[in-house]
């Protein structure tokens, strides 16, 4: 800054200091400076200014201090800035609410909700004028019961946020997956000024799975989403562009890289890539909790990139500096996502796998892997990305889990002398029709009970208030607390058959309890997200467990019930899909996998007619 302007504001800070500037020049000042790259200088001119305040206006000043402060990183000044501004002002509701982003922001998050919560009371804060600022507590507060799985009262947070504005798409499709937690049904139901129709519409990717098989509003949704939250760019690199590296460089993109359901399937495939051929990649963000786990993942990398504290656009230049030959994204547009990395093609070939188990739509992802059962030819139109057919099957998984299985059900609370249906999705899965479904076959089999996911305390009073009223007692439903990872599969042993969820089937689940030898019976549709279970139990040689519709479904389950030898023929089924099938013996796969990266980068011609004999 020129020496008159040092002089200038230095005579401005002394001006402030004395009580000689008043508070409007003061603010347009601090603005000027702060909009002219000076932050700091802003913040000592406040700060001049407060050391002899007009108490009159000193909070609008103490407000604005802190929002400098907030941008400059100094956390822990910004919330004693606020707290100032509400010592002299208590009804002031932007500024409680920006307190309770502070909090929140230093990792305090029970302690701004219930700050958030507290601050309801402001009569202030239900003028009309504050509504705005009122539907911000509001979503604020939905977010974090959310977080804390306290789901009845993110629910009623979110509804009071719409009745101020029914135009919130996100706040809609938050409402309703909330909804779906809790096995709410019908889950999809209008709120006054927002049709049945407009919630179709604004319903999350991830929400309207478990909704509809059709493929054609699932695109429309995915491409919906795309436009409101992706922004359109050039693709950093041309799509097919050869390297040149000797080893093939391969990364992963998520923001799942924990003990997660996408990490718990692929850890063993980062580990099994050939390192004479491939070098491996990672580049995450997000959660690192349970750090055994963790470390395992990080270390089964050649490479690992904690991209956390990037914004998209540094990302994807990250990507791109390390000259990635193929970027699989594991995440798609599930929760946590950031599509604005994938979405800049920071990579010459881009494929989605595992995590979003349909389309994204997401710019420049070219492909999906698939096989012939999940992705038939007649879906093609309904995908943005080609499909890049396995042989075998397009789950990957872990073969190096515990096999060590319980076979006591009493050790569960569960009887001995019952046949034992269980069903360990997300509660979310669960529809009014599956859950009918599953309960006409209890009452077709009156020696069974149906074990369950304990998720949260509404879907279970919701899923024994169903029972009840479909004439099954709610005795016979029993509930199962989440575990740890290998309790959890060992528990898969007492039961008998696996009862899968539709649309929305089973993924991770599915494949555990399979590996863990207990057979499932699945509905297959015409989504791919539908057809994930019949993909894996085609792989294991058991398509006779693959119904196409409700009906088919609970014949098949009671049938097993009643067949004796079919358990048992499954079962070696699935003993042996250990060693045959490429979803459970992840060298199987990691070699096919492998193999197409190779023929995709090498420009192999054969891969252009796999994909069109594909289609």
Known sequence: ????????????????????????????????????????????????????????????????????????????????????????????????????????????????AEYWRASLSLESLHLPEHSNTLRLYFNALGRLYDNFSEYADAEEMLRQSLEIDPTQGDVIYHWLHIRQKQCSWPALRPLPQISEETIWEKASPLAIMAMTDDPARLLQTARSFVDSHVQPKPRMVRQGHDYGHAKIRIGFLSG???????????????????????????????????????????????QFFDISGLTDDDAALAICSHEIDVLVDLQGLTAGARPNIVAHGPAPHQIAHLGYPGTSAIPYVDYVLADKFIFPPEMAPFFTERPLYLSDCFQVSDDLRTRALDDNPEKYGLPRDKFIFCGFSNNFKITPEVFESWMRILRRTPNSILWLLRDNQWAEENMLAAAKAHGVLPERLYFADRVAPENYLARF?????????????????????????????????????????????????????????????????????????LQLHCKEKLRAAKTDSAAFNTGKFAQEFGAIVERLVRHDDSLNLQMAVGQ
Do not use: C
């Open 256 to 302: 799942d890289f924990t003990l997660h359901a996408v990490s718990l399937l692929t850890v063993r495939l980062f580990e099994a890539l050939d390192r004479s051929k491939y070098e491996v990649y990672a580049f995450g963000w997000g959660r690192t909790g349970y750090q055994p786990f963790r470390q395992r993942v990080v270390a089964a990398f050649d």
């Open 493 to 565: 042993g007492v039961a008998h058959l696996f009862l899968d969820t539709f649309p929305y089937n089973a993924g991770t689940t599915a494949n555990d309890a399979m590996w863990a030898e207990l057979p499932i019976v699945t509905l297959s549709g015409r989504s791919y997200v539908s057809r994930m279970a019949g993909s894996l139990l085609s792989s294991a040689g058991l398509g006779q467990l693959i119904a196409f519709t409700h009906e088919e479904f609970e014949d098949k389950a009671v049938a097993f019930a009643g067949d004796r030898q």
């Open 1 to 112: 800054m020129p020496d008159a302007e040092i002089a200038s504001t230095s005579e401005l800070i002394e001006l402030a200091a004395s009580g000689k500037l008043d508070a409007i020049q003061t603010i347009l000042e601090a603005e000027k400076l702060a909009g002219a790259g000076q932050p700091q200088l802003a913040i000592e001119l406040y700060r001049a200014w407060l050391k002899n305040p007009l108490l009159a206006v000193a909070h609008g000043i103490w407000f604005n201090l802190a929002i400098l402060l907030t941008a400059n990183g100094s956390q822990a000044e910004a919330e004693a800035a606020y707290r100032q501004a509400i010592a002299l002002k208590p009804d002031f509701p932007q500024a409680h609410y920006n307190l309770g982003v502070q909090i929140e922001n230093q990792g305090r998050q029970r302690e701004a």
